[in-house]
Antibody, heavy 118, light 112 residues
Framework: QVQLVQSGAELKKPGASVKVSCKSS????????IHWVRQAPGQGLEWMGQ????????DYGQKFQGRVTMTRDTSVNTAYMELRGLRSDDTAVYFC???????????WGQGTLVTVSS | DIVMTQSPDSLAVSLGERATVNCKSS????????????LAWYQKKPGQPPKLLIY???IRQSGVPDRFSGSGSGTDFTLTISSLQAEDVALYYC?????????FGPGTKVEI
């Protein structure tokens, strides 16, 4: 069965960086994009960007341009999201999700809580 | 970019009664190539990831109970829960995947 398993919770200081991983199994990793979505406390779902595991091509949301980098390692079927220059309002649960080109997100990781606090 | 809005912000429905959530997009989500609407609905419960309920505006994802249904076309869409169950208490989000950044609506809280 399709599974996306994310890395564990992180506590970071303002200005630091965080890198969250998303390991895929149960399907052909290169066949679907991996999207990253976050949900801040009491807020809605916010799309951050996506990576095509086959080509490595990325597409970032305008809000995160210059601060986020999405990568993948096809040898271990894992996608990564690195966010730099963390601020308190980056405190959120970060999700990875599987999606195709202009397709809905049909499988999601369990979420990774990133807390930014001094 | 396409902007999604939802109404109401929240609603309270008795067990067994109908719940209706509305979603509107700032431009049409109808794909002329296949006459399908690029609109999905998700259910989000605390501590859980979002769950895909409906895609192409009206197609239930595998395993989703048939009390959930989606309708609408173009810019106006509706999610209906025909007979609300206790386990349906959640936030519901619509999402467009027609073009550009895949945007979510702000969410609708469904309570009993």
């Amino acid at each position: 069965q399709v599974q996306l398993v994310q890395s564990g919770a992180e506590l970071k200081k303002p200005g630091a960086s965080v890198k969250v991983s998303c390991k895929s199994s149960g399907y052909t990793f290169a066949g679907y994009s991996i999207h990253w979505v976050r949900q801040a406390p009491g807020q809605g779902l916010e799309w951050m960007g996506q990576i095509n595991p086959n080509t490595g091509a990325t597409d970032y949301g305008q809000k995160f341009q210059g601060r986020v980098t999405m990568t993948r390692d096809t040898s271990v079927n894992t996608a990564y999201m690195e966010l730099r220059g963390l601020r308190s309002d980056d405190t959120a649960v970060y999700f990875c999700a599987r999606g195709g080109d202009l397709s809905p997100f049909d499988h999601w990781g369990q979420g990774t809580l990133v807390t930014v606090s001094s | 970019d396409i902007v999604m809005t939802q109404s109401p912000d929240s609603l309270a429905v008795s067990l067994g009664e109908r719940a209706t959530v509305n979603c509107k997009s700032s431009q049409s989500l109808l794909q002329s190539s296949n006459n399908q609407n690029s609109l999905a609905w998700y259910q989000k419960k605390p501590g859980q990831p979002p769950k895909l309920l409906i895609y192409r505006a009206s197609i239930r994802q595998s395993g989703v109970p048939d009390r959930f249904s989606g309708s609408g076309s173009g810019t106006d869409f509706t999610l209906t829960i025909s007979s609300l169950q206790a386990e349906d208490v959640a936030l519901y989000y619509c999402q467009q995947y027609y073009s550009g950044p895949p945007a979510f609506g702000p969410g609708t809280k469904v309570e009993i």
